[in-house]
């Protein structure tokens, strides 16, 4: 996949992969529910 991106892939024996996901979903709600997704971010 990255080839075809031009991109090349840096991969170590001590390379982590983080899952993101619960981050994103996290920031989502604080938009949708209270609009504070900018500070939610920012760690304001």
Do not use: D, I, P
Not at 23 to 35: C, N, P, R, T
């Amino acid at each position: 996949m990255g080839k075809e991106l031009e991109f090349t892939f840096n991969y170590q024996a001590n390379t982590r992969m983080y899952n993101t996901f619960f981050a994103h979903q996290l920031l989502h709600w604080a938009g949708k529910v209270s609009g504070k997704q900018a500070k939610v971010y920012l760690r304001q």
